[in-house]
């Protein structure tokens, strides 16, 4: 078997010149190089044209239709035309605002009851001769709410040279004794309405002190607090008008300690925070006893023994159910 191989090797020799030669030789007509393919030339032209198709395939993909014309024509048409109507709008509003044709020559000024018309006309009348597109209303409404008394305000312009203004003012529910002595009416709330301020009331309730002089919001709501305590015992007082009547002032500084001062006896009631009208009752009735010189069961010994010397009663203190505390006045 080897033999066989080595023989047939043998047979095949040839030289590398002859193979070379071989290779180089003119190629029959019958006959095709090896190597690569012959339409090799060929195939950039045909990814050249592929390329070219897909160009101007995208480019119709992207060609707007008539219709779609027709459409962004009339858009940009409209834009255009809202452009030009906004532009001439605000062109005649600054025209015919800058000029004479609607200028102040009226306020009407509505809603004042208590407070001082005069004031608020004032400062209204500063308005007078301007124009009226020109006002700045939020301002005004705002000035007008900065005056005592004033609760809300409403500003509108009347065609062709009004300006109107409608309050509403903060109502009126005690007279308020300040440090200075100076009285003054406050709303529910405690804000002072101004000294200026004219309340008709057929009956002036009792005045109310010890209310903090002061625009921090702590102090505003700590006012708030002492109104509702003095609304409060009002209400419950109003049970017994006869005994109403005797009340002059109530101090709140302590809105948890009501303080009351009977104009005609010269004396103080402390009453605390609740039962008013029953603890008020039952130191009238131990002032009662006290006039007609009846101490017992009311005060201590020492104090029944001061009053019958001629000492006189400061306060009583009837926060405890149980026992009356009496202060004597030491002069």
């Known amino acids: 078997m080897r033999t066989t191989v080595q023989n047939k090797t043998e047979s095949s020799q040839f030289s590398a010149s002859d193979f070379v030669a071989r290779h180089r030789r003119p190629l029959s007509s019958g006959e095709q190089r090896r190597g690569l ?88 009348n500063t308005n007078l001769s301007a124009s009226l597109w020109q006002l700045d209303l939020n301002a005004i409404r705002a000035e007008m709410e900065r005056q005592p008394g004033v609760l809300k305000a409403e500003v509108v312009r009347v065609l062709p040279e009004t300006l109107r203004v409608t309050i509403e003012e903060r109502k ?67 049970q017994s008008p006869s005994s109403l009547q005797e009340v002059d002032e109530i101090n709140l500084s302590d809105w948890h300690s009501a303080r009351l001062t009977l104009s005609a006896r010269r004396v103080s009631i402390i009453l605390g925070e609740e039962d008013f009208l029953a603890r008020f009752k039952q130191a009238l009735d131990v002032l009662d006893k006290v006039k007609h010189g009846d101490f017992s069961g009311v005060l201590k010994p020492s104090d ?8 006189r009663i400061a306060y009583l203190n009837v926060t405890r159910p149980d026992q009356v505390i009496a202060g004597l006045a030491t002069e």
């Open 37 to 124: 393919p012959a339409d090799m030339k060929s195939r950039p032209e045909r990814q050249k044209t592929a390329g070219s198709r897909a160009k101007k395939k995208q480019k119709k993909e992207f060609t707007l239709s008539p219709k779609a014309k027709a459409r962004l024509f009339s858009l940009a048409l409209a834009l255009a035309i809202t452009t030009v109507v906004i532009s001439g709008s605000v062109a005649i509003y600054r025209a015919i605002a800058s000029s004479g044709w609607f200028t102040v020559s009226h306020i009407d000024l509505q809603g004042t009851v208590n407070v001082s018309r005069d004031e608020l006309m004032r400062r209204l």
């Open 172 to 238: 009126p529910v005690a007279p308020l004794r300040h440090e200075s002595g100076s009285i003054v009416w406050v709303d529910q709330e405690g804000i002072p309405l101004g000294e200026n301020t004219h309340v008709k009331m057929e009956h002036v309730p009792p005045v109310i002190s010890g209310l903090e002089n002061s625009s921090n919001p702590v102090a505003i709501e700590n006012n708030r607090r002492r109104m509702d305590v003095y609304q409060k015992l009002l209400a419950e007082l109003s």
């Open 304 to 311: 029944a023994e001061r009053l019958a010397q001629g000492a």
